[in-house]
């Protein structure tokens, strides 16, 4: 027998939720093919995947990440992992004065590089510094969103497109932290805004999903701007109902694989004076439609 067949991973759904647990993978080993095969369809099926107890390096995070498409380099050269600019640092510490990663990349309910002809497939977060108190990431199913909107208002939106900018939200997010570089001319050039759908199909499963947030989406195309800030507003609370959320508890050596293109997520924040660091890649997607 082939060890392809001999596949030791179990997909354990969470309670309450959507999301479900990796047992039964180390992944700073080599992951056999029919072991890959079973997280994709894992990852279409639950959108966020938990893998438990991963004592990985970064090359074995690159590596694990890739096998699902090509990564992303983040816009924000100044918090990419040295050496390493597949890995984006997501972190609230301060050294010698200096931020050390994102401190608020999630502050805002997003979808991962949203702003980008081609937005993240997924992205990867690893655990590698946690606070004791607070630093939880909620995720909300936009599949789930777009089945609870009544179908007038499913109607009315089921075409429209809407623009997405990454400066959207970035001088108010400067004014309040320090973690918002000035951005170079080069860095704007590379994060023009762009148009997309607001209700998309996952590609991988034909299933419609919500594709708006606070963070990114500015405006809907072709309407009055008072009338499209307030159809989006409307279409945020669809998106961030309570009731299709998980709450990802973080535990040491956690990490958690989301899909961009069914949900999206917030950081829900710690104390400032706790440390919070954890190490991102992002998945490079396709142009939605
Ligand atoms: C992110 O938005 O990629 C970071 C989420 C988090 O810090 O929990």
């Known amino acids: 027998m082939s060890t392809d067949t ?12 959507f999301a479900a647990e990796v047992v039964g ?13 079973r997280i994709h369809r894992a990852h279409l099926d639950h959108h966020v995947l938990v893998f438990r107890e991963q ?17 992303e380099i983040h816009v924000l050269h100044q918090f990419h992992l040295n050496g390493h600019p597949e890995i984006l640092i997501v972190s609230n510490i301060v ?3 200096q931020p050390v990663g994102l401190g608020d990349a999630g502050y ?30 909620l995720f909300a199913d936009q599949h789930a969103a777009w089945e609870t909107i009544p179908p007038e208002l499913q109607a009315r939106v089921r075409h429209l497109k809407a623009e997405h900018s990454y400066l959207a939200k970035y001088e108010e997010l400067r004014e309040r932290s320090p973690w918002r570089p000035k951005l170079s001319d080069e860095q704007v050039a590379r994060v023009l805004p762009v148009v997309q ?7 991988g499963t034909g299933r419609l999903g919500l594709f708006v947030s606070e963070h990114f989406t500015t405006r809907i195309v072709g309407l009055p701007e008072a009338e499209s800030r307030a ?8 998106a961030t109902l309570p009731q299709l959320q998980y709450r990802h508890r973080w535990q040491p050596h956690d990490m958690v694989f989301w899909d961009n293109r069914s949900v999206l997520h917030l950081a829900a924040g710690c104390p400032d004076h706790l440390r919070r660091r ?12």
Request: charged share 25%.
């Open 95 to 97: 050294e010698n004065g």
């Open 55 to 71: 004592r990985v390096t970064p090359e074995q995070q690159i590596e694990f990440s890739r096998r699902f498409g090509a990564l």
């Open 197 to 203: 759908p607001v209700v998309r199909t996952h590609p």
């Open 6 to 17: 001999l596949t030791r991973v179990e997909i354990r759904p969470l309670p309450d939720s």
């Open 231 to 238: 159809l989006l507003e409307e279409l945020f609370q669809y």
């Open 25 to 37: 993978l180390d992944l700073s080993q080599p992951v056999a093919d029919e072991d890959f095969r």
């Open 278 to 289: 954890l190490h991102r890649t992002t998945v490079q997607g396709d142009k939605p439609f």
């Open 108 to 137: 805002f309910w997003h979808s991962d590089l949203s702003y980008k002809e081609k937005p993240s497939l997924g992205s990867m977060l690893l655990a590698q510094e946690l606070p004791s108190e607070g630093g939880d990431t």
